[in-house]
Nanobody, 125 residues
Framework: QVQLEESGGGLVQTGGSLRLSCAASGQTFSPFRMAWFRQTPGKEREFVAA????????FYADAAKGRFTISRDAAKNTVLLELNSLKPEDTAVYYC??????????????????WGQGTQVTVSS
């Protein structure tokens, strides 16, 4: 069983930056991919970014391209999400997820089988 714990959320002004971290633990942590999603009240969980754990290849939602950067530290079983040039519309709870190799598209929540509890990011205008 994999446990994921996010940290690093908070309140920031428009244009500011945050660094989210997701620490994974568990005896059999060996994901194929990890990702960040976000969710606001009343809306579906939205894909933000993903990274292939072994090769480090990254993928981004259009809203994240050029502003957010996903990376991983395999030695520490940690995935990071750097958030830059933040906008009020980035306000959401950000979730970390890990998933196995699957034919399900990586930008859908069904591709992931472990989730963290989420960390709140609030961007003030």
């Amino acid at each position: 069983q994999v446990q994921l714990e996010e940290s690093g959320g908070g309140l920031v002004q428009t244009g500011g930056s945050l660094r989210l971290s997701c620490a994974a633990s568990g005896q059999t942590f060996s994901p194929f991919r990890m990702a960040w999603f976000r969710q606001t009240p009343g809306k579906e969980r939205e894909f933000v970014a993903a990274i292939m754990w072994e090769v480090g290849r990254t993928f981004y939602a259009d809203a994240a391209k050029g502003r957010f950067t996903i990376s991983r530290d395999a030695a520490k079983n940690t995935v990071l999400l750097e958030l830059n040039s933040l906008k009020p519309e980035d306000t959401a709870v950000y979730y970390c997820a890990s998933g196995p190799r699957t034919f399900v598209a990586l930008d859908t929540s069904r591709a992931y089988d472990s989730w963290g509890q989420g960390t709140q990011v609030t961007v003030s205008s």
